[in-house]
């Protein structure tokens, strides 16, 4: 499971970043680097702390560079540990999970949830994932977007009078795993590239208006396949109307 308060599903992005085999890694690692997941209601985190003006601050910050898509700003709000993780023969996958962040604009609306973080979860993804430096606090930005609903988890720590993301690290196992399934990933590109009209301009359509349970349902009634394969089709479907991202800033030289 990712590092978060309580279990939850896999969203359409966790899903289409990785097979059935490495869904939950893939989930692990986008929560690592600001990803994405399904939105969670405050009734599900009955440890919440309040939320400080300084750390409202920092997520008003975060919040600001993802809608600027401003990778270098976002990068500069990780610790010195966990862009050390990031190195020029990992990169590829690591770009991959940060570009994800920066896919949607963040209302102003968002809620954030600051919790413990859950030592539990963590011991159980040690073999997926480490933090380089021990985080503070948890916390949880939840923002809607039509009938979409999507949480950033950051993990936070203070360093030098200023709080910062102290991500986790991906493990070897992890980078091994997700490069592997990498052809199954462009499998799923192409039959979203081979979809016609007019499903395609219902599926676009249905992506345009934020409703991709629609959407995933759609593709799924008219094609008969299962829901997982309609997550990940639709999903890719979706990436051919996104920009692509500005490149994550160089990794450190070893």
């Not at 986790?168 to 499998?187: G, L, M």
């Amino acid at each position: 499971m990712p590092l978060t308060r309580t279990p939850v599903r896999a969203s359409s992005r966790t899903l289409a970043l990785a097979s059935s085999r490495t869904s939950v890694l893939a989930c692990t690692l986008l929560v690592a680097y600001g990803g994405l997941l399904p939105r969670s209601s405050r009734a599900q985190f009955p440890d919440s702390q309040p939320v400080t003006p300084d750390i409202k601050a920092f997520a008003a910050q975060y919040v600001a560079a993802i809608n600027a898509k401003d990778s270098a700003k976002l990068w500069s709000y990780l610790t010195p540990e966990s862009r050390a993780c990031v190195t020029a023969e990992n990169k590829d996958v690591y770009a991959t999970l940060f570009a994800v962040q920066m896919e949607e604009t963040i209302p102003r609306d968002y809620l954030l949830n600051l919790t413990p973080v859950n030592q539990n979860n963590a011991k159980a993804m040690a073999d997926r994932q480490y933090f380089p430096v021990k985080p503070e606090h948890q916390l949880q930005i939840d923002y809607q977007l039509g009938n979409d609903s999507y949480g950033i988890v950051l993990f936070l720590v203070r360093e030098n009078g200023h709080w910062l993301a102290a991500q986790p690290c991906a493990t070897d196992k992890f980078i091994a795993e997700f490069r592997a399934d990498a052809p199954e990933r462009e499998k799923f590109k192409q039959t979203a590239a081979q979809i016609k009209d007019p499903l395609r301009g219902q599926l676009l359509a249905l992506i345009a208006q934020h409703d991709t349970a629609a959407a995933n349902s759609r593709y799924k009634e008219a094609t008969g396949s299962d829901y997982h394969t309609a997550v990940l089709v639709i999903y890719a479907l979706k990436e051919t109307t996104i920009p692509s991202p500005p490149p994550m800033p160089a990794p450190v030289s070893k």
